[in-house]
């Protein structure tokens, strides 16, 4: 596999900001196909691109300067 890093141009926050630009013309948008149901952007075309899958981490994130809580504490446990 081939594993050098990406060259990214821009990092955003925000998937729906892709899809507001990409309808806005100012580039291609790379997106989750959710985005795309419910004619939520009406003005965008769908070219679905049949990628091998890729692996990359997804992570639980919170405010260090404050203890979870009992709930979400057993919540992050079932991923353990």
Avoid at 8 to 20: D, G, H, K, N
Avoid at 51 to 73: D, T
């Amino acid at each position: 596999a081939h594993h050098s890093p990406l060259k990214i141009q821009a990092e955003l926050s925000s998937w729906e900001a892709v899809a507001r630009f990409t309808e806005m013309n100012l580039g291609i948008g790379f997106f989750p196909d959710y985005l795309m149901t419910e004619n939520r952007y009406p003005n965008l075309e769908n070219y679905p691109i049949d990628l091998p899958p890729f692996e990359y981490e997804i992570c639980a994130i919170h405010n260090k300067e404050e203890p979870l809580s009992r709930m979400a504490m057993e919540f992050l446990n079932q991923f353990r």
